[in-house]
């Protein structure tokens, strides 16, 4: 019979297994709890709520009394974007070569021109989902939307939509849904929308407007005939798009926006106005501006416009 083994003849065993337990130990501990730690709360697309014909406006632009406005667009840049935390939805799509299109409009009084048709909507619920290795970026509304195709026969010619008194922009309407009757190119009149479906958008001036997106002042005196006023790349009015649902209401706020680039490579003026001399005009930006207007360079953002006297 063979005698037992020596200790020192075991010993070699015994560390090969220690070592061993020792190896696994660290890459359990290094694979478990980071990822663990790493989950985080964003905000992505949830189920439709519903689908709506909402009659909206394709393009507006605010019109200086005594003056006129150019804008430059593309077939199909008009749209309507929606941000609920890290979810951003309808982002201004890249214009295809060549699409470029050109309006001036010189009216008698200032105002709001616009041009509005029936388009097809859908409203999504936001929703927060937990995810791995994300920062945490919840949701800040309900609801999104997304503006799809005209859904009926029912577009309106631009038409400019009057303020009572045309020397300011501080008067002109908010929200316009259509009850008054609208009319399409052949003359006949569409027919009225449901009760509560309406886009409000919001590009009055900000009268009581601080810092950097607060009004500034374009001193006009003292001079003739007319002068520029540029806008240059993306154009934003805040928007709310408001549906009836479950016995109320329910919104998504966003922004129409625009921006003008015609050809590769090309970037054109999005707007650009002409104002009267002789007059003190007070601007102001609406929606995000990086910094004060300056009229002698391009501006941010859609503006409003306030006449007065010197």
């Given at each position: 019979m063979q005698a037992p083994a020596s200790a020192s003849h075991?010993?070699?065993?015994?560390?090969?297994?220690v070592v061993g337990i020792s190896v696994a130990s660290v890459?359990?501990?290094?694979?478990?709890?980071?990822?663990?730690?790493?989950h985080a709360t964003v905000c992505e697309v949830g189920s439709v709520v519903g689908n709506f014909v909402i009659l909206?406006?394709?393009?507006?632009?605010?019109?200086?009394?005594?003056?006129?406005?150019?804008?430059?667009?593309n077939y199909g840049s008009w749209n309507y974007s929606f941000t609920s935390g890290s979810l951003t939805i309808g982002s201004v799509?890249?214009?295809p070569q060549g699409a470029g299109i050109g309006e001036y409009v010189s009216p008698p009084q200032a105002g709001i021109f616009a041009d509005y048709a029936d388009f097809n909507w859908t409203f999504y619920h936001a929703i927060n989902v937990t995810k791995a290795g994300s920062a945490s970026d919840p949701c800040t509304q309900p609801y999104v939307a997304v503006r799809g195709f005209p859904a009926t026969n029912c577009e309106s010619p631009f038409t400019t939509i009057p303020i009572a008194n045309n020397s300011t922009d501080a008067l002109e309407p908010h929200a316009w849904n259509g009850t008054t009757g609208q009319y399409n190119f052949d003359g006949t009149q569409c027919g009225l929308r449901a009760p509560g479906t309406y886009v409000s958008f919001d590009s009055s001036f900000h009268s009581n407007g601080t810092g950097v997106v607060g009004p500034v002042h374009w001193d006009l005196c003292g001079v003739t005939g007319f002068h520029p006023l540029q806008l240059d790349g993306l154009a934003q009015l805040p928007v709310t798009v408001v549906v009836p649902f479950a016995g109320g209401h329910i919104t998504a706020t966003g922004y129409l926006e625009?921006?003008?680039?015609?050809?590769?490579?090309?970037?054109?003026p999005t707007v650009g106005y002409q104002v009267p001399?002789?007059?003190?005009?007070t601007l102001a930006p609406?929606?995000?501006?990086?910094?004060?207007?300056?009229?002698?360079?391009?501006?941010?953002?859609?503006i409003a416009f306030v006449r007065s006297a010197c």
């Open positions: 075991r010993k070699p065993v015994w560390v090969f297994v890459v359990f501990v290094g694979l478990g709890p980071p990822g663990w730690f790493l909206s406006p394709g393009a507006l632009v605010n019109l200086p009394d005594g003056g006129g406005v150019s804008f430059t667009a799509p890249i214009p625009w921006i003008s680039n015609p050809l590769p490579g090309v970037h054109l001399g002789g007059w003190n005009w609406v929606g995000p501006a990086g910094s004060p207007i300056n009229p002698d360079t391009p501006l941010p953002s859609l």
